[in-house]
């Protein structure tokens, strides 16, 4: 379904991704994991149009991605909830959902009501400012916009950091449900091993820029998360 092969990425003149391959199958949960400054956050980026490619190839269902915008990326489906959650402070609950609608495919004006059964919350606190609400309550609301566009793929990178435990276990069903009933595909940077260990169906074990291990999530071993994972 998702394709990168032989991606290389460059801040200036500093090498991030070298030759990185990843391959995602529809209707997966995988985790994207390593330690920190291994390039997660950069191969999402690239993904989704943020940053430029030097050279390789990004497919989406068989097309080519990596010469689309950001915008034409995730009008073809992929929804993205960026690390730290990016959702506008000063805008409402409702108008940060709404800034997607216009992305959308079959041209709806409403909210889709899903996202309210999903997020109960984001329903009571619809004219709160963004900035008002709690850590987790923005990380729903970010999950809650990306999921406005009915992506076929989300996203998520780091959704759990610094969240209370209720809130991530939320979050948590949230993603597995939607994966069940609706065969959402789920691509997910995460460091906490037990959220990834209950949520994720197979990992990618990064390593200066590149994927270095891959299998499912039964398989990551004591000596896999030492080598590539302990700090
Ligand atoms: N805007 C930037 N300009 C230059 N270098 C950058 C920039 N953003 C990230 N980097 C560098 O790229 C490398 C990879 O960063 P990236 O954020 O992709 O790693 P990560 O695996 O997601 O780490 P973390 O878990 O800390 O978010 C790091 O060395 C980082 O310092």
Redesign the pocket.
Known sequence: MISLNKVNQL??G?Q?LWDLNLHIEPGSITCIM??????????LKCLMGLLPIKSGEILFNNNPLHKKSAESRAYSGLGYVP?GRDIFPLLTVEENLRIGLPVRKDGAKQIPEKIFTLFPVLEEMLHRRGGDLSGGQQQQLAIGRALVLEPSVLILD?PNEGIQPNIVKQIGDVILKLNKEEGLTVIL?E?KLGFARRVGQSFRL?EKGRVVAADQMENLTDDLIRHYLAV
Do not use: A, F, P
């Not at 390593?34 to 191969?43: A, F, I, P």
């Open positions: 801040y200036g500093t991030i390593g330690r920190n400054g291994v390039g997660k956050t950069t191969l690390q780091e940077v460091q990064m």
